[in-house]
């Protein structure tokens, strides 16, 4: 007979979170770094009193924000290269919708990440409760249907013994290498509190382990077969090779067959800086080095990447006639973006097999020393941009200081703004996973969350996070949550007094500086926001400096702090490093009495012109 043990649902899953496990380099340790929790009259009863039956076994975490929370939750699993992950929990309404921006971040860059929202009663017996979506034309509609399009696996729990299956699906998803992303598990609030006699075999221990898929044969044989003909080969490198854990793999096979690799803002650090194959950052945001190779390339190797636009340069960037792309990607739907020639496996084991196929085979000793040029010139580029300066610095600027003070081994954390596009072309990255970019969906926000993610994954890094005023302004109340627990960071804030980025895209597009920054929005009184002052309300330790000189003394003194330290520098909003990069795709007005805007459509028409859409 099967033996039994009575628990509510809530009791359950937590019970049964608790005993999933995962095995890395050797050790066992459980799979879920802990729950993130903001309570309310949703979830405080069923999912907090479970919660707390559990609490020396999976921790929980409270924060201030729900998406701040589940932000911190994605970074944990991104820091953790996807083999771990954290769930978040809240209550029913706005508690809930405040996660679907993170679900959003989560599903389009392929993160695992557990949410638990309180729902409404599955009885429906006291409807409508506080914070109810009505529908009247649908009765099973609640606001957590917002999150249906934003999951890989959505269920609502409408009875105690659904929970048993769910989290087997939802285990599935979240450890699949192809189908990993957001998984939502609606909570009815009177169903958090229902008991069932639950087999105890459900609360077995389990290690879960990604697993590793390999080529098809005919797939395989033609990326080979691309790859002996190429003469001018490179690879681009995205977030699938640091989540395969495929670093060193990427490294001998560029070396062994001499191919260039540039790297996407997700897999950034998937070789270091001063590797002399690696040509940086590619795109848009990309070094120039990479991109005069992309546009000479005869065959593209895209190792783990979605081949986004910013990748791509809005797929103007290939230029060579017959130009081949070989998708290396455990989903098949990212290998064969764009008429590519797929390879559907894992990163490290298609990478290993197609080693072991070329042999001998390396591209021509022209096109590596062309590579190798291209690089040199590029550095000296970057070094003059980021160079110290006694006026009001750039973001480049700041971004030199940084380094010099704290060097490759720390960690860096962004996502959102100018900043990411500065970081990607002249951030010298080190280890790999030490440059931490959120560009997927780029949201604003996520920098301060994510550096606390990122610290609870590692904590003996020094995690460093750089964001705009207008980043911070969306959300900085995590700055209370790291000192609360004790997970220091350092934060630089970079004042340019309104959304720069946006304002110098508007500009480049033949608009008129309007709405962006601070001056050029309606007001009546101009902002003068002290973020060292708030800061420090929040128990951090806070700076204001006033040159870079002053920064770099700042970054050395914040080493020695015990607790997060916020170092605030005000920056010029008009300055970004024309150096690199290459044409995007944003659509400029047909019709205009402004002759600007005219201009600029003219120059987007002949780009248009210009560019081969697969």
């Known amino acids: ?102 679900a959003a971040l989560a599903h389009v860059n392929r993160i695992p990440l557990l949410l638990l929202p309180g729902d409404v009663f599955a009885n429906r017996a006291p409807d409508p409760v506080l914070q109810q979506v009505e529908d009247w034309a649908d009765g099973t509609v609640s606001a957590n249907d917002c999150f249906r399009p934003v999951s890989r696996y959505f269920d609502r729990i409408t009875r105690p013994e659904q929970i048993m299956s769910a989290l087997n699906r939802a285990m599935q998803v979240l450890t699949d290498p192809a189908e990993c992303g957001p998984v939502t598990l609606s909570l009815c609030q009177d169903v958090q509190a229902e008991a069932f006699d639950y087999p105890e075999s459900f609360f077995e221990e389990r ?10 044969e005919r797939e395989f044989a033609a990326a080979v077969a691309a790859l002996k003909g190429a003469k001018k080969p490179v690879i681009i490198a995205g977030g699938g090779v640091l989540y395969s854990e495929a670093a060193g793999t990427l490294k001998a096979f560029a070396e062994k067959h001499g191919i260039p690799v540039m790297e ?62 070989v998708g290396l990607n455990t989903q098949p739907f990212d290998a064969g973006k764009h008429r590519a020639l797929p390879l559907v496996a894992d990163a490290r084991a298609g990478l290993e097999a197609l080693g072991a196929s070329l ?27 980021t160079d110290p300066t006694n006026a009001l610095p750039s973001d480049a600027q700041v971004i030199g200081a940084v380094h ?70 969306m959300m900085n109340s995590e700055i209370a949550t790291s000192v609360m627990i004790g997970r220091k960071l350092t934060i630089v804030v970079l004042d340019n007094r309104g959304f720069g980025c946006i304002n110098r895209l508007q500009m480049a597009t033949g608009g008129a500086n309007f709405n962006n920054l601070l001056k050029d929005a309606k007001h009546e009184v101009l902002p003068q926001i002290d ?34 330290s916020v170092i605030v520098i005000d920056t010029d909003p008009l300055i970004s490093t024309e150096a690199g990069g290459h044409w995007w795709d944003v659509a400029v007005p047909e019709v205009s009495v402004r002759p600007s805007v005219n201009k600029a459509r003219k120059d987007y028409e002949e780009a248009l012109r210009q560019r081969v859409v697969n």
């Open 1 to 102: 007979m099967t033996k039994t043990i009575r628990l509510t649902m809530a009791q359950a899953l937590t019970r049964y979170l608790a005993r999933q496990m995962t095995e890395i380099d050797g050790a066992k340790m459980p799979i879920f770094g802990g729950v993130w929790a903001i309570f309310g009259h949703g979830n405080v009863a069923g999912v907090g009193e479970a919660l707390y039956q559990v609490r020396d076994e999976l921790p929980t975490y409270r924060a201030h924000n729900e998406q701040g929370m589940a932000h911190a939750a994605i970074a944990f699993a991104k820091a953790s290269f996807r083999r771990r992950f954290m769930a978040a929990t809240s209550s029913i309404g706005p508690g809930a919708t405040n996660m679907v921006t993170a």
């Open 207 to 216: 290690i879960w382990i990604p697993r590793r898929p390999r080529p098809d």
């Open 264 to 325: 996407t803002n997700a897999g950034k650090s998937s070789l270091p800086h001063e590797h002399p194959l690696n040509m940086g950052s590619v795109g848009v945001t990309g070094s120039s080095a990479s991109n005069l190779l992309a546009e000479q390339a005869d065959v593209v190797l895209a190792v783990g990447s979605r081949l986004q636009d910013f990748t791509t340069g809005s797929w103007a960037l290939f230029k060579a006639d017959g130009v081949k792309i």
């Open 359 to 385: 042999g001998g085979w390396k591209s021509p000793d022209a096109w590596v020393a062309t590579a190798k040029a291209a690089k040199a010139d590029w550095l000296q580029a970057a070094k003059a941009v």
């Open 404 to 473: 010099r003070a704290r060097g490759s081994r720390a960690t860096l954390v962004c996502a959102s703004g100018g900043l990411p596009g500065e970081l990607h072309k002249l951030w010298p990255a080190g280890a790999p996973g030490s440059y931490h970019m959120e560009y997927g969906f780029s949201t604003m926000g996520y920098e301060i969350a994510g550096g606390l993610g990122v610290k609870l994954a590692k904590p003996d890094h020094d995690v460093i996070v750089m964001l705009g005023d207008g980043s911070y302004m």
């Open 531 to 564: 973020f060292a002052a708030h800061a420090a309300s929040m128990g951090a330790v806070a700076r204001k400096v006033a040159s870079i000189a002053e920064l770099e003394r700042a970054l050395k003194e914040a080493e020695a702090d015990t607790k997060t």
